[in-house]
Every structure is written in structure tokens, then in C-alpha cells.
């Protein structure tokens, strides 16, 4: 085999190689992406309790794009508690979702922030003043028709009100999505799940702790714990969910808090 040969084949292999890589990038939605209201159906995999959301159209952030059929991993939040207690009450368990799509090692997930069902709920044999107010009801089966948000709707789906420690303390009884800012603690890996535990400067706080969601922050933060000698404190800010009666964290922001020997580990 030539020497010029050799020299292409070479390039050749590059070039698919790099062309794979980019091609792989491509089909990543962006981390943060906000979905506006796509249609589609929640989906229960077979080997655990995890959920998908699978797409009815085509999602596209303008550079990535996720197509009709795709199913996506739908992340614990409240939305998608209230949305899954609302399936067995379909004809069909269609449902048009607003969310936030998040990255984490190679996979895109949708964080649920609101919901509507696009069919009939099942009828228990109604009376006939339920029947009277039926035929006055609005039945949503477009997957593509126009759908005006009511205001309050959309102000539901940014969290507005901040945790504060006095409601830490109280449980995080929420009865919807909250933000938390600019709180102190460690990120730390337990059977499995990564948790962000808050930490008063050397007073732990008992009994609190976070699930935290997959997300591009989380990747971030694991790689910089994985690149440090000693354990490392975080100010993290994000947005606080329940699922279940558990309490999960979607990070926006941590940023390493180093205390230079002034307070205790």
C-alpha cells in the first residue's frame, strides 16, 4: 500500500469519525430548552418505574431536533405526579406538556412544569345536570390546534417564591415548584442517588436533603468533585420540586464555597 493511499484511508476514518461525533451533538437538545406546549403521551418502561414522554411532532431547539415517535425521560417533579394520577382517568392518555429539557451524559431528559389532557376524562355514568354541563365543556383534540394559555397559567409555570430556611425546617410541604438560592452544603452520592445536603457553615441541618435532577450543572459539578482531594462545599441555586414525598433540586448554578480553614468539615 502507497504511502498517499495510506494517507487517505486515514483521513477518510477522521472524517467519519469527527462527522459521527457531530452528528451525535446534533441530536442533543440544548440544556435549559423550555418546551412550549408539545403533544404526546407518557410511556412506563418496563424494567423500572421510569417514565417517557413520547413525542406526537417533530421539537426543535433550531439546531437539534427530536422526532415524532421519539420518547424522551420524564424527571420527578410535582407536574408529573399530578400528570401521572391523571392518566387512569382518560379515554387516552394524551397530554399537551410545557417543561424544561435538560442534558446529563449524553441524554436528553424533560423536567415537567405544566400539563393539560388532550382527551375526554372517563365517565362514571354522569346525571343529567352533568350531562347539560358537558356539552358546554371545551374538548381539546388537535394535537395541532390553537390554545390560548390564560395568564395564570403561564405565571404558573416559572416558580416565583424562594425557600427560605424557616420552610426547610418545616418539611417543604409544596404545592408547587419553588426557588432556591444561594444555599450552602455539600454534594453527596448515596446508594446510588446524588443528593445536595444544606450545611449552616459547619451547622449541619438536620434531616434535609435534595434529589438532585439530571441536568448539565450536575455533570459539571460531579467532574469538578471528581478533580478535587478534599470534599468541597457548593452555593447552589435552583428550582425545588416534591415527587412522591420526596424532595428534588434541578440546579441552575453551584458554585464551590472554599472556607480556608476557617470552619470545620
Known amino acids: 500500500m502507497s504511502r498517499k493511499l495510506a494517507i487517505l484511508i486515514l483521513t477518510l476514518f477522521i472524517s ?57 425521560e420524564l424527571l420527578p417533579s410535582a407536574a408529573l405526579e ?23 451524559k449524553g441524554k436528553n431528559f424533560i423536567f415537567p412544569t405544566y400539563f393539560l389532557p388532550l382527551s375526554k376524562a372517563e ?16 374538548i381539546i383534540s388537535e394535537p395541532n390546534d390553537a390554545l390560548t394559555i390564560p395568564k395564570e397559567i403561564i405565571e404558573k409555570l416559572k416558580p416565583r417564591r424562594i425557600v427560605r430556611m424557616a420552610q426547610l425546617r418545616k418539611g417543604l410541604e409544596l404545592k408547587q415548584d419553588f426557588i432556591l438560592a444561594d444555599r450552602v452544603g455539600f454534594i453527596e452520592r448515596s446508594e446510588g442517588e446524588v443528593r445536595f445536603v444544606p450545611d449552616g457553615l459547619g451547622r449541619r ?13 450536575l455533570e459539571r459539578v460531579e467532574a ?41 468539615n
Open 16 to 72: 467519519v469519525a469527527v462527522f459521527g461525533v457531530e452528528t451525535a451533538r446534533k441530536t442533543l437538545l440544548r440544556d435549559s430548552f423550555v418546551l412550549t406546549g408539545i403533544d404526546g403521551k407518557p410511556t412506563r418502561t418496563d424494567s423500572n418505574n421510569v417514565w417517557l414522554f413520547e413525542f406526537d411532532s417533530d421539537a426543535s431547539d433550531g439546531k437539534a431536533v427530536v422526532k415524532a415517535g421519539a420518547s424522551l
Open 82 to 104: 399530578k400528570m401521572l394520577a391523571d392518566v387512569n382517568e382518560r379515554s387516552a392518555a394524551t397530554y399537551r406538556l410545557w417543561g424544561r429539557v435538560t442534558k446529563y
Open 123 to 138: 365517565p362514571a355514568q354522569p346525571t343529567k345536570s352533568q350531562e347539560s354541563r358537558q356539552k358546554n365543556d371545551l
Open 205 to 217: 441541618i438536620e434531616g434535609i436533603s435534595f434529589g438532585l435532577l439530571k441536568c448539565q450543572e
Open 224 to 264: 469538578k468533585q471528581s478533580a478535587e482531594l478534599e470534599r468541597t462545599r457548593f452555593k447552589v441555586a435552583g428550582i425545588v420540586t416534591k415527587y412522591k414525598g420526596k424532595n428534588y433540586l434541578l440546579l441552575q448554578k453551584a458554585t464551590p464555597v472554599y472556607n480556608h480553614g476557617n470552619f470545620n
